[in-house]
């Protein structure tokens, strides 16, 4: 069989398949996803409403990665950057927007594996919250953001 090419360095051709080992899979009690690239199929939910608008965030972005403002600055300029008809969104518009966004392919066969297993699931995520407590929601676990 060939091998495709990654174009990030990836581990596919130094590593021999993983065997699961059922024995130590009965000792886990808790597994935690990211939401963002992991439960979700997308890289990051800011960015799915940044590209819905059509709106960049690059100045905050440098601005916060030099430690010129912090957190809640950084949202805020995100915040404002996402306007409908020159006028700030309302949450009702981004319920609609992200719930277009796609769980990753096999994410809730996962999930219910590990809940058949009586492992409890968790999602921590910097996403945006309207989206990760519809994920939780709709896969049945917990939250923190």
């Known amino acids: 069989m060939k091998s495709t090419k990654c174009n990030y360095f ?13 024995k130590k899979l009965d000792k886990i ?4 996803f990211d939401m ?3 439960i979700t199929d997308t890289i990051s939910s800011w960015k799915y409403i940044h590209d819905y608008f059509g709106s ?3 100045r905050s972005v440098d601005d916060y990665l030099k430690g010129k403002i912090d957190d809640m600055e950084f949202i805020k300029r ?26 990753m392919k096999g994410a809730e066969n996962c999930i ?9 699931t968790g999602i921590i995520s910097a996403g945006l919250d309207i ?13 923190s953001i």
């Open 10 to 22: 990836c581990y596919k051709d130094t590593r021999n398949p993983y065997q699961y080992n059922n």
């Open 29 to 32: 009690e808790l597994v935690v």
């Open 36 to 38: 963002d690239g992991v």
């Open 56 to 58: 960049t965030n690059e």
């Open 78 to 103: 995100d915040v404002s950057l996402w306007k409908e008809n020159g006028k700030p969104v309302k949450r009702d518009k981004l319920v609609e927007i992200l719930s277009n966004v796609q769980l």
């Open 112 to 120: 219910v594996s590990l809940k058949n297993r009586g492992v409890k």
């Open 131 to 143: 989206l990760a407590e519809n994920v939780a929601s709709k896969l049945r676990v917990s939250l």
